[in-house]
């Protein structure tokens, strides 16, 4: 952080808590250390200094701050430059009655607000939400006099002792090496419980993602190991088969084996709206370029643009999203800021789960499903073919724009997000300076004085007052940005894992950057947030559960109709040579049940060999032929683009398709395979929502033990409270 503070270093007294999600030390409210005085205010109002009392500036600057010492408010007035700072704190009898609501409360959180004192976090709340709910006489609020620039901000300051150890703790990059662990006990004595469950869940959403993350290597690494040995593979690399042009005019016949590399990258990725326009209409210019380079590699360059383009989109709709989603929102005139920011969040994620997952929604179940076949493709005005897949299928261009969309998305926004914050402080850095000469030197002797109770001076009030003054502005729905990045994420890892198995990876290595990017942010780059008191994540559960089921439905479909695993079974179990009887080693299916287990495994590479040998064909199972004796395909593909480059002119080509080669209806394999298709889809998402029930029905919302910390915490109170009445009938029996 640009502002490093030239006081000495604080000593720190901790106390120990018994914590079992911690284990560790953690903070007292009243701290003995030289500045302990830094919470003698709760709030600092900030304005324009105005000179004319008659302006009406003046008249309602003057009338808030009276009406906030009829509240019997402690307001110190300073004067710096051409600004005003009002130290805003509240008595402690103001926070009687709320320490006797917490005492009887059965719903109360077990706390230190039940002993004898009230945490900073509770004053500032309170404070704070006092400051919202003090009108003037003409009816204005604080909000409707900081639109006028009557005011000019509010903030509440950062403690530097307890902000000096959450920075060694928790907010540094050295704390990377503890991982996902967080001191989730202090971060709630500081920001309140609202931040401390963002953090908290965040935590155990990255703890989750460990087993994803090895389950992808090993698919990943195990997919690398073997595909040499893949008959499939084999197929491809060693097929004459000629294939039909996949574009109008400067698009030639090409061979099958042309694409052997992405045959064996499809190996691995099976083992594990406006963008859409873009991609089709870039395929078709490419493809009429004069320069070879690019007309040959049309397709997959319009992949890589579409995915580059995706997420800049991404970007640009993003702040659209917002403004749009502020706006509906202003238009419903919800009843209180929670009502709004339940609305703002659904709103919000609607509107960016479409713009992120469009274009990945259309390359896995649309796209090269609807373009048509040599004689009858579809067009668009007439003229223009529609985009194909990649030569090697669609899950390559799945898994390019997976790839492409997390890589940037996560590191560009890390960058940015730290970045921008950053530069923001740098920039103040010299004006912070010449503010603090400005405030002169303390010359009072207990402000050095240790102990609680100490009364700072003007001159270190203002100078705590200025550094928090010069840090970054937060609002209202800061953390709601923090949160909507990662169930974006959350989305993207879960969604299309099927098409992506390094996925959680990526979300793995981006989010222990993120836990200590957004601490280090949060403590010593902006203004302290506002705590809030809360019992969960709110609406954001709802949402995840949405994303839950959206992903069981998506790596159904991805598995069961985009990828070519059902067609695969569907082939060696019923059309293959191993059915047929014309594979060598094993004769039949039948036979397989014939062959001793532990002889059948002995050797994994007799047991792959023998498993291949029944997809022997499976290549030209999938393809057909069209001939240019036939009048429409003569229509749709010149004499040129039937020409290899070696001068050989072709009469016929093949296509991925299951169509008869005379009429090009399909075939009854089609039929078969698709209802197999949508078995499989059917079969897959009732057995893992039936999982999802038995696991949600075994874990409970709220832990036992959490339940019975509750229970202990309020027999204690009880107790505590018979002690008192005790006390005073005693006395009572005594003065009689």
Same mark, same amino acid.
């Given at each position: 952080?640009?502002?490093?503070?030239?006081?000495?270093?604080?000593?720190?007294?901790?106390?120990?808590?018994?914590?079992?999600?911690?284990?560790?030390?953690?903070?007292?409210?009243?701290?003995?250390? +030289?500045?302990?005085?830094?919470?003698?205010?709760?709030?600092?109002?900030?304005?324009?200094?105005?000179?004319?009392?008659?302006?009406?500036?003046?008249?309602?600057?003057?009338?808030?701050?009276?009406?906030?010492?009829?509240?019997?408010?402690?307001?110190?007035?300073?004067?710096?430059?051409?600004?005003?700072?009002?130290?805003?704190?509240?008595? &402690?009898?103001?926070?009687?009655? %709320?320490?006797?609501?917490?005492?009887?409360?059965?719903?109360?959180?077990?706390?230190?607000?039940?002993?004898? %004192?009230?945490? =900073?976090?509770?004053?500032?709340?309170?404070?704070?939400?006092?400051?919202?709910?003090?009108?003037?006489?003409?009816?204005?609020?604080?909000?409707?006099?900081?639109?006028?620039?009557?005011?000019?901000?509010?903030?509440?300051?950062?403690?530097?002792?307890?902000? &000096?150890?959450?920075?060694?703790?928790?907010?540094?990059?050295?704390?990377?090496?503890?991982?996902?662990?967080?001191?989730?006990?202090?971060?709630?004595?500081?920001?309140?419980?609202?931040?401390?469950?963002?953090?908290?869940?965040?935590?155990?959403?990255?703890?989750?993602?460990?087993?994803?993350?090895?389950?992808?290597?090993? !698919?990943?690494?195990?997919?690398?190991?073997?595909?040499?040995?893949?008959?499939?593979?084999?197929?491809?690399?060693?097929?004459?088969?000629?294939?039909? @042009?996949?574009?109008?005019?400067?698009?030639?016949?090409?061979?099958?084996?042309?694409?052997?590399?992405?045959?064996?990258?499809? !190996?691995?990725?099976?083992?594990?709206?406006?963008?859409?326009?873009?991609?089709?209409?870039?395929?078709?210019?490419?493809?009429?370029?004069?320069?070879?380079?690019?007309?040959?590699?049309?397709?997959?360059?319009?992949?890589?643009?579409?995915?580059?383009?995706?997420?800049?989109?991404? /970007?640009?709709?993003?702040?659209?999203?917002?403004?749009?989603?502020?706006?509906?929102?202003?238009?419903?005139?919800?009843?209180?800021?929670?009502?709004?920011?339940?609305?703002?969040?659904?709103?919000?994620?609607?509107?960016?789960?479409?713009?992120?997952?469009?274009?990945?929604?259309?390359?896995?179940?649309?796209?090269?499903?609807?373009?048509?076949? @040599?004689?009858?493709?579809?067009?668009?005005?007439?003229?223009?073919?529609?985009?194909?897949?990649?030569?090697?299928?669609?899950?390559?261009?799945?898994?390019?724009?997976?790839?492409?969309?997390?890589?940037?998305? /996560?590191?560009?926004?890390?960058?940015?997000?730290?970045?921008? +914050?950053?530069?923001?402080?740098?920039?103040?850095?010299?004006?912070?300076?010449?503010?603090?000469?400005?405030?002169?030197?303390?010359?009072?002797?207990?402000?050095?004085?240790?102990?609680?109770?100490?009364?700072?001076?003007?001159?270190?009030?203002?100078?705590?007052?200025?550094?928090?003054?010069?840090?970054?502005?937060?609002?209202?729905?800061?953390?709601?940005?923090?949160?909507?990045?990662?169930?974006?994420?959350?989305?993207?890892?879960?969604?299309?894992?099927?098409?992506?198995?390094?996925?959680?990876?990526?979300?793995?290595?981006? =989010?222990?950057?993120?836990?200590?990017?957004?601490?280090?942010?949060?403590?010593?780059?902006?203004?302290?947030?506002?705590?809030?008191?809360?019992?969960?994540?709110?609406?954001?559960?709802?949402?995840?559960?949405?994303?839950?089921?959206?992903?069981?439905?998506?790596?159904?479909?991805?598995?069961?109709?985009?990828?070519?695993?059902?067609?695969?079974?569907?082939?060696?179990?019923?059309?293959? @040579?191993?059915?047929?009887?014309?594979?060598?080693?094993?004769?039949?299916?039948?036979?397989?049940?014939?062959?001793?287990?532990?002889?059948?495994?002995?050797?994994?590479?007799?047991?792959?060999?023998?498993? %291949?040998?029944?997809?022997?064909? %499976?290549?030209?199972?999938?393809?057909?032929?069209?001939?240019?004796?036939?009048?429409?395909?003569?229509?749709?593909?010149?004499?040129?683009?039937?020409?290899? +480059?070696?001068?050989?002119?072709?009469?016929?080509?093949?296509?991925?398709?299951?169509?008869?080669? =005379?009429?090009?209806?399909?075939?009854?394999?089609?039929?078969?395979?698709?209802?197999?298709?949508?078995?499989?889809?059917?079969?897959?998402?009732?057995?893992?929502?039936?999982?999802?029930?038995?696991?949600?029905?075994?874990?409970?919302?709220? +832990?036992?033990?959490?339940?019975?910390?509750?229970?202990?915490?309020?027999?204690?109170?009880?107790?505590?409270?018979?002690?008192?009445?005790?006390?005073?009938?005693?006395?009572?029996?005594?003065?009689?």
């Amino acid at each position: 952080m640009p502002f490093r503070s030239v006081e000495d270093d604080i000593e720190l007294e901790i106390t120990n808590r018994e914590s079992a999600e911690n284990g560790g030390d953690t903070l007292i409210p009243l701290l003995s250390s +030289p500045n302990t005085a830094v919470r003698s205010f709760d709030c600092i109002l900030v304005a324009h200094t105005v000179e004319d009392e008659v302006d009406q500036k003046f008249k309602k600057q003057e009338a808030y701050i009276n009406e906030l010492k009829s509240k019997k408010m402690t307001v110190t007035k300073i004067h710096h430059d051409n600004k005003i700072f009002y130290g805003v704190s509240a008595p &402690e009898e103001l926070f009687d009655k %709320y320490k006797y609501l917490l005492k009887v409360s059965d719903s109360c959180n077990w706390s230190a607000e039940c002993g004898g %004192y009230v945490q =900073n976090t509770t004053r500032i709340r309170i404070v704070n939400f006092i400051l919202h709910q003090t009108f003037i006489g003409t009816g204005e609020g604080l909000e409707d006099l900081m639109s006028q620039n009557v005011f000019e901000t509010l903030f509440c300051t950062h403690e530097r002792t307890q902000q &000096e150890y959450l920075k060694r703790k928790w907010a540094s990059w050295k704390a990377l090496k503890h991982l996902v662990s967080q001191p989730v006990d202090d971060i709630r004595d500081y920001f309140g419980e609202k931040v401390a469950l963002y953090f908290l869940w965040l935590g155990w959403y990255t703890r989750m993602l460990i087993p994803a993350a090895i389950i992808g290597i090993v !698919v990943f690494l195990y997919a690398l190991a073997f595909f040499d040995s893949n008959p499939l593979i084999e197929e491809v690399c060693e097929s004459n088969v000629t294939m039909c @042009p996949i574009c109008d005019k400067k698009c030639q016949v090409w061979k099958l084996s042309d694409t052997c590399f992405y045959a064996k990258l499809v !190996v691995i990725i099976g083992l594990t709206h406006a963008l859409v326009i873009c991609r089709v209409v870039s395929a078709m210019l490419l493809s009429e370029t004069q320069w070879k380079l690019l007309s040959d590699n049309a397709n997959m360059i319009a992949v890589t643009l579409g995915a580059v383009l995706h997420y800049l989109t991404i /970007q640009v709709m993003t702040r659209v999203n917002r403004f749009v989603a502020f706006k509906l929102c202003a238009l419903e005139k919800t009843r209180s800021f929670a009502a709004t920011e339940r609305s703002f969040t659904v709103k919000m994620f609607t509107f960016q789960f479409f713009t992120l997952f469009s274009s990945l929604i259309y390359v896995a179940f649309f796209l090269g499903r609807i373009n048509g076949y @040599p004689g009858n493709y579809v067009r668009i005005a007439g003229k223009w073919r529609l985009e194909e897949c990649h030569p090697s299928g669609c899950l390559t261009d799945l898994f390019i724009q997976m790839a492409i969309i997390l890589i940037l998305k /996560q590191t560009i926004s890390n960058i940015f997000e730290f970045a921008k +914050p950053w530069l923001k402080l740098y920039c103040k850095r010299a004006t912070l300076r010449k503010d603090l000469e400005k405030c002169g030197n303390c010359k009072t002797p207990t402000c050095k004085e240790d102990g609680p109770g100490i009364e700072l001076c003007d001159v270190c009030n203002l100078q705590q007052w200025l550094k928090n003054y010069h840090m970054n502005q937060i609002h209202a729905f800061s953390l709601f940005n923090e949160f909507l990045e990662m169930v974006i994420q959350f989305s993207f890892t879960t969604i299309f894992v099927a098409a992506f198995p390094l996925a959680p990876l990526l979300a793995l290595i981006n =989010n222990l950057i993120e836990i200590r990017l957004d601490a280090i942010k949060m403590l010593r780059m902006e203004r302290r947030l506002v705590p809030k008191k809360t019992n969960d994540i709110g609406v954001w559960t709802k949402v995840l559960e949405a994303i839950g089921v959206a992903a069981v439905i998506a790596n159904g479909l991805v598995i069961g109709i985009s990828s070519e695993f059902v067609p695969r079974l569907v082939y060696r179990y019923r059309f293959g @040579p191993c059915v047929n009887r014309t594979a060598t080693g094993l004769q039949s299916v039948s036979e397989l049940s014939t062959i001793s287990f532990i002889e059948y495994v002995q050797s994994s590479t007799t047991f792959r060999a023998l498993t %291949y040998k029944c997809m022997i064909g %499976y290549t030209d199972y999938t393809l057909t032929t069209a001939y240019m004796s036939n009048k429409k395909v003569r229509e749709d593909f010149t004499i040129n683009q039937m020409m290899m +480059p070696e001068g050989v002119n072709h009469t016929e080509c093949s296509y991925k398709a299951y169509r008869n080669e =005379n009429d090009h209806s399909f075939t009854s394999q089609y039929w078969l395979i698709l209802a197999a298709r949508f078995a499989f889809v059917i079969l897959f998402e009732h057995v893992l929502v039936v999982c999802k029930f038995v696991v949600a029905w075994y874990v409970p919302d709220n +832990p036992m033990r959490i339940k019975n910390n509750r229970l202990h915490d309020k027999l204690d109170r009880l107790k505590q409270e018979l002690k008192e009445l005790s006390a005073k009938f005693d006395n009572r029996i005594t003065d009689v």
